[in-house]
């Protein structure tokens, strides 16, 4: 029932792109990203809604196909910020907010 | 950071011991979760709340315990610790938007 992330880790230099998938074998209702640093706390990034608009703000930003029960998270041209581990959380119907996380996509920026 | 904070912040405790960890938000949210991060599993639901002295299981609740007696606390227990409970505990808050999660520092908790 958890979320599928792939890559499971990447490397890019500066100004370089990258795209996270996170599929789920689930109908979901939505779908969140979120950023950890090494030794901090996640921190959210965006949600996609069922129905809802490809999101996105600077140079990253998420889209949700609903039959296909999968997201992809787009960075493009990477800043060395952009390092840290990206988790997609996903949640079906209801109100009560639950999330299932993937095991996590670990990205490293390089000068 | 939504105001949330947690405590301890570290703690190294005995197998068999009972562990109280406390989140606390000042921002009054409704929805309130409790998960444990280990390596190689991300973030995995232990117990929510959905109101005061209103909670439920997550999909790993085994072996822990919550309370929330007030709006701004929401504590976690681990009635007789155990090593496989070794990992790190964030606690979050749901907001009112779209249903965004915000977390706390997290709890760093070592069984010996």
């Known amino acids: 029932q958890q979320p599928v992330q792939s890559p499971q880790a990447v490397i890019l230099r500066e100004g370089e792109d990258a795209v996270i998938n996170c599929s789920s074998s689930?109908?979901?209702?939505?779908v969140h990203w979120y950023r950890q640093k090494h030794g901090e706390a996640p921190v959210f990034l965006m949600i996609?809604?069922?129905?809802?608009e490809q999101k996105g703000h600077e140079k990253i930003s998420a889209s949700f196909n609903e039959k296909k029960q999968q997201s992809s998270l787009y960075l493009t041209a990477s800043q060395l910020s952009y390092s840290g581990t990206y988790f997609c959380?996903?949640?079906?119907?209801?109100?009560?907010?639950?999330?299932?996380f993937g095991q996590g996509t670990t990205l490293q920026v390089k000068p | 950071d939504a105001g949330i904070t947690q405590s301890p912040r570290h703690k190294v405790t005995e197998t068999g011991t009972p562990v109280t960890l406390r989140c606390h938000q000042t921002?009054?949210?409704?929805?309130m979760y409790w998960y444990r991060q280990d390596p190689g599993h991300g973030l995995r639901l232990i117990h929510y709340?959905?109101?005061?002295?209103?909670?439920d299981k997550g999909e790993v609740s085994d072996g822990y315990s919550v309370s929330r007696s007030k709006t701004e606390d929401f504590l976690l227990t681990l009635e007789s610790a155990t090593s496989s409970q070794t990992s790190v505990y964030f606690c979050?808050?749901?907001?009112?938007?779209?249903?965004?999660?915000?977390f706390g520092p997290g709890t760093r908790l070592t069984v010996l």
């Open positions: 709340s959905y109101g005061v002295k209103d909670t």
């Open positions: 996609l809604l069922k129905g809802g």
């Open positions: 979050a808050v749901r907001a009112l938007g779209e249903g965004e999660q915000f």
């Open positions: 689930k109908a979901l209702y939505s």
């Open positions: 959380g996903t949640a079906g119907s209801g109100n009560t907010g639950k999330l299932i």
């Open positions: 921002e009054n949210h409704r929805y």
